[in-house]
């Protein structure tokens, strides 16, 4: 590699786009490809199949899948010409924390079977790039693990509320001493969809004892077999299955969550503005509108057409997160436009996993906050503050 160069006055983005040009000039081309839609198709050839099912499969007929891209395309971004944009921020302010972009890295679980390291590789990547990382119950590496490779970076827990209460604090308890600054609790998996693509590999990574780092090592969890699990797997992984989730949980069940932690709490999977409501008169500190990638409830509203009316619904009395179909960086732009306060990034920073590890993610990664730098100043705005329904026209 060249040099690094240095434009005085460039933005960083800018500086990134340059650097690579100036590689260029020695003859070297990015190390992985640019277009997520050449990462994609990268992580596909090097990703065993039932792998890559499991990562870029949907639930039924993944209609919902192919409406969260559609969605955005039906939103165009409208530039402002001559707005003095030289000098832009990307920065926001999220649950008291000043972070580089609105952007933070969504709990994909089973991160070990996209590479070895799994899920440690990502968390020294968002801590590189100053990116939250939110961490999946159903890890590779256990949430201690992840938050030593994270230091002092920001960090969210996730949280699939089971049936065990006892265990479901343990989780809890864990991550708090680890560090971790929110928890975000997934609502939309207390049944698991009919999965056309896992289906037909005949392929649950929990039932083969994958992405039970967490369990395994959890006290309270132990506490219920016979046996450890490195003397009886098996009895494990029953054990885990009877115990992972719970249908049964409703609204009122929230105050036991609320009442066994010191973290803001976070409801992922809200779709509907009656219940961005409900979380609002709840006291949880946020919500994150999704339809968990489309792989939950096939022929589902897609999340960015859900959006706008889950903000109007709750207004300020929390903060609105957005997560399902993120790829490039004119997706955030007109998810916060139509008002999340920040999104989460899933598949684009899995394939970089699957396609170079730790150098993989953080290529994806800061890659994505270049474009986002550069794709805020063509739009005539120099902060989120500017970035509004104004900027955007819905296309017929």
């Avoid at 899920?119 to 990116?131: D, I, K, N, S, T």
């Avoid at 975000?184 to 207390?190: P, S």
Wanted: proline share 6%; with cysteine; aromatic share 6%.
């Amino acid at each position: 590699m060249m040099q690094e160069a240095s434009l005085p006055g460039a933005s960083p983005g800018m500086q990134r786009q340059l650097q690579i040009y100036l590689n260029g000039l020695a003859g070297e081309k990015p190390p992985f490809p640019i277009a997520i839609e050449a990462l994609e198709a990268r992580a596909r050839e090097v990703l065993r199949p039932e792998a890559a099912a499991y990562l870029f499969g949907g639930a039924g007929g993944e209609e919902t899948v192919r409406a969260n891209r559609e969605a955005f395309r039906r939103w165009r971004l409208v530039p402002r010409m001559l707005r003095g944009v030289g000098r832009r921020d990307l920065s926001v302010e999220l649950l008291g924390r000043r972070l580089p972009a609105p952007v933070l890295l969504a709990p994909i679980g089973v991160q070990g079977m996209l590479h070895p390291e799994g899920e440690l590789a990502v968390a020294r990547a968002a801590a590189a790039v100053g990116v939250p990382f939110v961490l999946s119950t159903v890890s590779s590496q256990s949430l201690e693990a992840v938050a030593e490779a994270m230091g002092a970076a920001p960090r969210w827990f996730q949280l699939y509320w089971g049936r065990d209460p006892e265990l479901t604090v343990s989780l809890i308890r864990r991550a708090e001493a680890a560090g971790y600054e929110a928890l975000v609790v997934t609502l939309d998996t207390t049944l698991l969809a009919w999965r056309d693509q896992d289906l037909a590999h005949a392929y649950l990574p929990f039932l083969r004892g994958e992405g039970l780092a967490n369990y395994f090592t959890d006290p309270v969890f132990r506490s219920r077999l016979d046996e450890p699990p490195e003397a009886n797997p098996t009895a494990a992984i029953l054990t885990f299955a009877r115990v992972f989730s719970n249908p049964d949980l409703t609204w009122d069940d929230l105050a036991f969550l609320k009442e066994n932690t010191r973290l803001p709490i976070l409801l992922k999977g809200i779709l509907h503005p009656d219940d961005a409501r409900r979380a609002a008169e709840a006291g949880v500190a946020g919500v994150i509108v999704s339809n968990h990638g489309g792989r939950q409830v096939d022929g589902a509203i897609a999340a960015l057409e859900a959006l706008p009316a889950v903000v109007e619904a709750v207004g300020d009395r929390l903060t609105v997160l957005f997560d399902s179909g993120i790829r490039r960086a004119a997706d955030v732009l007109k998810a916060m436009a139509l008002g999340a306060r920040a999104v989460l990034l899933g598949r684009p920073y899995a394939c970089g996993l699957a396609v170079g590890g730790e150098d993989g993610v953080r290529f994806v990664l800061e890659n994505l906050l270049a474009e986002l730098d550069l794709a805020l100043g063509l739009l005539g705005c120099r902060s989120w503050d500017e970035v509004d329904r104004s900027v955007l026209h819905e296309s017929s």
